[in-house]
């Protein structure tokens, strides 16, 4: 593949870094009766990776989730196939908790708009955050991120692509060419 | 994904990745129904008609609560409660009136074998064969197939027995299919007169009238309702006769395999097909398949629509 030769938007150490520094915020801003709940398919590994950072800066376990959002898309008319839905598993409950909501890219907030009905769904939260590895703007919704790993100025033909392990064979982040 | 078929009117409109498709959805769609909060916006504003032109409670139920599951806007029509029926009116005519009030799924029960198909053909719906006659039901196949894969973790390779009136029964006819398709063995057992002649050649299934005989060997065990309101008296004497030769018993299962399973599709007429024990006991898993229900409908209603816009 020809886009495998430029350099990655971000490398693992570099994904690593900007995980660490979102714990360290993240932590500051209290972990207590925190938890996290990473979006499918790719936030689910990033919400891992990032409890581990806060446990070993917080010194403390956080609880982590996955919310499958595609039952809550307001695309689903639109699309000509159904998305593959997958379960959503919330190990605690969500009702009183603080939810710090875990994402790859934040790019028209739709995608933030269904998490946020799909956890209401379950209970009421304390709070809902949002953390997000790459920010690449063209919001749709007046959504923006507490957490945010990097901001990247995008043309609308751009794709960002995530990659974490084990979903994918490697972590790090590229920008591609077309859609 | 989408499935490949437009309707659900027989197994055999599926294939092996459609089945996948649907099990693999379905399994997703049920924790919806552990939640609280039973009910996702996902099919909001879709219209789905439920035509149960036979008597139905758990199928109809199973289907009117996966669409409400789903958002979407559910109606029934019913045998005793359709003024259309009663005053006469054809099946195709009912049809072609529900199809002038834009219904997005019309799934249909009736008596008559190919009464899905048929309506099929007179709407721009897509329709949900939810039992026609002694013909087919898909979709209490599905929820079969899903629960035994459930209990045993796979579903290729394992024996499967089907014990009753197979002659009536559509499940019997889906579950044949559709467990043939997915590559299970099927040996079917029962008195002779509620066998179907040419039975093992046209499903690639064995029969063995003592399912006794076969017992050692199953994974699964499926007894059947004998369906008295299909038949009259004539095809075997008396319940308690049936009860004896064909009933199984949790003693009957001493010879099996520690973990088979023992399924019904329901109504359960305890004391003759199935004893009131081995209903309840451990290797039942009858409520199971009522639970795989709810989510195998969930399933096929949100695979349905995900064509978009109707053609």
Redesign the interface.
């Known amino acids: 593949m020809a886009q495998s030769k430029t350099r990655p938007l971000l490398t693992e150490k570099e994904m690593d870094a900007e995980i660490t520094r979102i714990a360290r915020e993240i932590v500051a801003d209290g972990i207590e009766n925190v938890a996290l709940l990473g979006i499918r398919t790719r936030g689910v590994p990033l919400a891992k990776w990032l409890a581990q950072k806060i446990e070993s800066i917080g010194h403390r376990p956080v609880e982590v989730g996955s919310l499958d959002i595609n039952l809550y898309r307001d695309d689903l008319s639109e699309v000509s196939e159904q998305p593959i839905v997958r379960p959503t598993e919330i190990p605690f409950a969500i009702d009183g908790k603080g939810i710090v909501l875990v994402d790859d890219v934040l790019y028209t907030g739709r995608t933030i708009r269904a998490a946020m009905d799909a956890i209401i769904d379950y209970g009421r939260p304390k709070f809902i955050r949002l953390a997000e590895l790459i920010d690449r703007g063209w919001r749709e919704l007046p959504i923006q991120a507490d957490y945010v790993g990097r901001r990247v100025k995008t043309t609308a033909e751009q794709n960002v692509k995530v990659m974490v392990k084990p979903a994918d064979e490697r972590n790090e982040v590229r920008l591609m060419k077309g859609r | 994904?989408?499935l490949s078929a437009r309707h659900i009117l027989s197994v055999n409109d599926l294939t092996k990745k459609d089945v996948t498709?649907i099990l693999?959805?379905a399994?997703?769609?049920r924790?919806?129904s552990e939640?609280?909060?039973k009910?996702?916006?996902?099919l909001r504003g879709r219209t789905v008609i439920n035509c149960f032109f036979e008597d139905s409670t758990r199928t109809r139920l199973s289907f009117e609560l996966a669409e409400k599951r789903?958002s979407a806007d559910s109606t029934n029509i019913s045998k005793s409660g359709s003024a259309m029926a009663k005053k006469g009116e054809t099946l195709l005519d009912t049809v072609r009136n529900l199809e002038a009030m834009r219904p997005d799924i019309l799934v249909i029960r009736h008596n008559q074998a190919g009464a899905a198909a048929q309506v099929a053909r007179e709407t721009s719906a897509h329709v949900i064969n939810a039992g026609d006659g002694m013909h087919e039901h898909p979709t209490q196949a599905l929820l079969d197939l899903m629960t035994i894969n459930e209990a045993k973790g796979r579903t290729k390779g394992l024996k499967v027995g089907i014990v009753g009136d197979i002659l009536h029964s559509r499940v019997a006819r889906s579950d044949m299919l559709l467990f043939r398709k997915m590559g299970m063995e099927v040996t079917i057992g029962g008195p002779p007169t509620l066998i179907p002649m040419c039975l093992a050649e046209t499903f690639d299934v064995k029969v063995c009238h003592d399912i006794r005989e076969a017992l050692p060997k199953l994974d699964v065990l499926m007894l059947l309702r004998v369906q008295r309101e299909r038949q009259g008296e004539q095809l075997f004497p008396s319940s308690r006769e049936y009860a004896r030769y064909f009933g199984i018993q949790s003693r009957d299962l001493e010879s099996a395999k520690d973990d088979l399973v023992v399924m019904h599709p329901g109504p359960v007429n305890r004391g003759v097909e199935i004893s009131a024990e081995l209903a309840d006991g451990p290797r039942s898993i009858i409520l199971n398949q009522v639970t795989n229900g709810v989510a195998v409908r969930m399933a096929i209603l949100?695979?349905l629509?995900?064509?978009?816009?109707k053609q």
């Open positions: 994904m989408r498709l693999q959805t399994a997703s769609f924790e919806i939640r609280p909060i009910k996702v916006p996902t789903l949100y695979l629509l995900g064509e978009g816009l």
